[in-house]
C-alpha cells in the first residue's frame, strides 16, 4: 500500500526540500529594471531557505483573499521560464510548482486570479542575501500552515491514504514542502508515529520548528464524568525561534509533548480559556486545513482538503487522523466520522490551536477568547456549535460540503463510499493484530477494565478497537438512516418535484442493490483471503458489537459462524474472563453509547 501510494503521489504532487520567506530583499538592479510591486494578495513561499544554483527549488503563493489561477516566473533577463503548476482550493488558496534546477540569480513572480495578476515578488538564487526571519504566528503564516497541510496529505480521489505512520509522508520531499528545510537532512532520522492525540500537535511542532516560530502546550487532566478537562499554565517553546534549530531539538521537544498531551487536550470546555485550542466558527471561511474536530470521546480529526460540489460529483471534506497503532489514515468527514454530542464532561467541535504571540514588552502569551473574537488576524473565537443539536450541527456541516444540495442518490453514494472506508481501514487495524500475533504467538493481551477499553497504554491500545468498532456501528446506523433523513430534512436534498417518501422508497430499494455490488477481503488466520460482500459485513453487525478483543481471531472479529468454512481457519479466542467483560460492556456498542471516562 505504501508503494503504491508514494508511486502514485509522484505523479500527482510535485514539492520540495526547503523553504523560505521570498521578496523581501533584492538586487538594486533588478528592481530598477522589473518593477514588482507586492501587495500582500498572495505571499511567495520557496524551497530551500538558501536555494542552490542546479538543485531542485520550489515555490509556493498562498492567498487569503481570492483564488489563484495560475503564476508565471520570469529571469533577471526578462525570459518567462515554462512550468507545470498545481492549484489548490481555499481558502487558503495556493499555488505550487518545482523546478528542476535554476541558475544563479534574481527571479521575479507573479500571480494571478482570473487571468489578472494581482501579486509580484522576488527571490534569489545562488548569492548571498539577508532576509527578514518569520519567527511570529500571524494570518500569513496561519494561511501557509494551512496550505503546508492540505499539500502534505493531498492524494487523487478516490485513492485511500493510509500509511503506517507519519513517517513516510515528512520523509517525502514530493509530500513535505518543509523537508529538509534546514538543509542537515533533518528528516532523516525523526520519530514520526504520533497516535490520534499527539497528530495536531506534532505536525504543528514540526511546522513551528522549521519556521522558526514559539509553540505552546498545557498538561491537562481528563476531566470527570460531569467537567470537561481542565489544563494547566503553558510550557512556551521559544528556542525554535533562535538558531541553529537542530534535529536534536525537535526530537527532545515532541519526546516532551507526546508525554504531556493526551485525548483530554482537546475535549476541554468551548468556554475555557486557559487550553491549546478554541472553538472556531461553523463556516466554509473558518475552517482551514489544520483546522481539528475533537469529539466528545478523545478522538481527533486534522481537516486537510474541501473538495468544491460540481454539477458531476458531490462536494467532499477530508481529514486525517492517527490511530493508537501509529497507522495515518485519510477519511472523508460525515456524520459516520464525526461524533458530535451535547455533553457535560467535554466540549466537542471545530477547534483551532490558541494563537502564541509577542506581546510589546517582548513577552510571549497565548491569546484570550475576547482578544479571539474580534480581530482580523486570527479565526475568530465562536461559541455557535455549543449552540447547536447534533442533528443541526450534522445538517448544517452537510449544507457547508454540498452547499446546493444533494441528488438522493448522489448523498447516498458519498455516505456508501465513505462507510467502505471505514470498513477497509478496520481491515488493515486486524491485519496489525494479527501480524503481532505471529511474531508472539504465545502471547494474551491483557484487557483493560470498563471504559480503559477505548483509552489505555501498550498492545491492548495498538491493536484491539473498540472505538474505531463503534465509530463503524455509528457509521452503519447513519447510512441506513439515511431514507428517513430525507423525510427529516428534504432542504438539504435536490429532490425534483418529487414527494419526500417517495424519495425515501427509492433510497430504500437502491441501498438494497449497491450493498450487494461491493466487497472488501481480509486476511484470515491461515493467511487466506475472505471475500465479504458489503451486505454481509452490515448484516454481522451485531459481531462488531463484540469484535474489538485483538486476541480473538479475525474470522471471530469478522463476524463468522462457529460452524462455518470461513470459522474452519479460525485458531486463536479471546480468555472467558475476557469475554465475560466484553458481555458485560455489550450495551454501550449495541446503544451506540460510549460511556464517560
Known sequence: MRKRFLDMAKRFLNVTSILFLAGLTVSTALAENSPCADNGAAHLWVSPRYPEAG???RIMLVSTSRALSELTVTDSEGNRIPLQSRRY???????KTTFEQLNTGHYRVEAYSDGKPIACSKFVIGQSHAYSELNEWNRTTEAFYSAWIEAL????????????????????????????????????????????????????????????????????????GNTPPRCSTPTLMTEFTRNPNTPASFTQFSRKLANTVHSGSARTGLDDESTDWYPVPLRR???????????????????????????E???????VDAQPDNTVTRKRVWEGTLLFADTNNAGPGFKAFRPLISTASGQWKMLSNAELTNQSEFMPFSLEQQQMTPDDFYARLTKLINPNG??????YDAMFAALVEQIETRVTSIDNANAYFRKNPRNIIPMPRGTAIFQTVGPWEDYSTPSRDMRLLIAMHVLNGLPGKIVQYPDLFVMHGKAPQDVKTDIEHYHAQRIHQHNIRYTRSDGSQQELSIAEVLARQSAYEMGYNPNDCAEKRWGAQPDSKEYSTCRRHAPLDQRTKMTQYRPWFKELRRPVQ
Open 153 to 224: 496529505f493531498a492524494a487523487p480521489f478516490p485513492e485511500n491514504l493510509s500509511l503506517p505512520s507519519l513517517e513516510p509522508l515528512l520523509r517525502n520531499a514530493e509530500h513535505n514542502f518543509l523537508h529538509n528545510y534546514l538543509g542537515l537532512n533533518e528528516d532523516a532520522g525523526l520519530p514520526l508515529t504520533p497516535d490520534c492525540a499527539d497528530l495536531p500537535y506534532i505536525l504543528r511542532s514540526y511546522f513551528a520548528w522549521k519556521m522558526g516560530l514559539p509553540i505552546a502546550f498545557r498538561a491537562c487532566n481528563r476531566g470527570s
Open 89 to 95: 482550493g481555499g481558502p487558503p488558496w495556493s499555488v
Open 55 to 57: 538543485k531542485p527549488v
Open 285 to 311: 471561511d473558518a475552517l482551514w486545513p489544520g483546522t481539528i474536530f475533537a469529539d466528545p470521546y478523545g478522538h481527533i480529526l486534522v481537516l486537510t482538503e474541501w473538495v468544491p460540489q460540481t454539477a
Open 313 to 319: 460529483q458531490a462536494g467532499m471534506l477530508w481529514a
Open 406 to 411: 444533494l441528488e438522493p442518490r448522489q448523498a
